[in-house]
């Protein structure tokens, strides 16, 4: 691999037993987060990209591992937020899915592959 890969942050929020996902303006879907700002913690920017995208208020963030891809390195989270799922300018879309569910498509590759490393999240 050449370069340095681009730092994400990813907020995986859960609820009643579903995970949040949202949908980019070319109705892709994936897991809250973004691009980690210079100078930002990766916590710091879970908790900034998720009210950002949903106006969701993070109450408990839990670091869970990190995983790449071939252009970026994820900084995974397990994040309790309060609030209502807003439609932001960030978004095109949202949906709560089953845990155990497939998830739909076109979503990036790399949510299933995070959501099947995540296994029981408790």
């Not at 892709?28 to 990766?42: D, S, T």
């Not at 839990?62 to 209502?84: D, M, P, Q, R």
Request: with cysteine; net charge negative.
């Amino acid at each position: 691999m050449t370069g340095r890969l681009r730092q994400r942050a990813t907020a995986v929020v859960v609820r009643r037993d579903e995970v949040l996902l949202v949908s980019d303006n070319a109705g892709w879907f994936m897991l809250p987060g973004g691009r980690i700002e210079p100078g930002e913690l990766p916590k710091e920017a879970a908790i900034r990209e998720l009210h950002e995208e949903t106006r969701l208020t993070a109450t408990r963030v839990t670091y869970l591992c990190e995983w790449e891809s071939s252009v970026n390195k994820h900084h995974i989270f397990l994040v309790e937020a309060t609030g209502e799922v807003e439609m932001t300018p960030e978004i095109s879309g949202y949906r709560w899915l089953d845990r155990g569910a497939r998830v739909p498509g076109p979503a990036h590759s790399h949510v299933a592959t995070i959501l099947a490393m995540l296994g029981d999240l408790g």
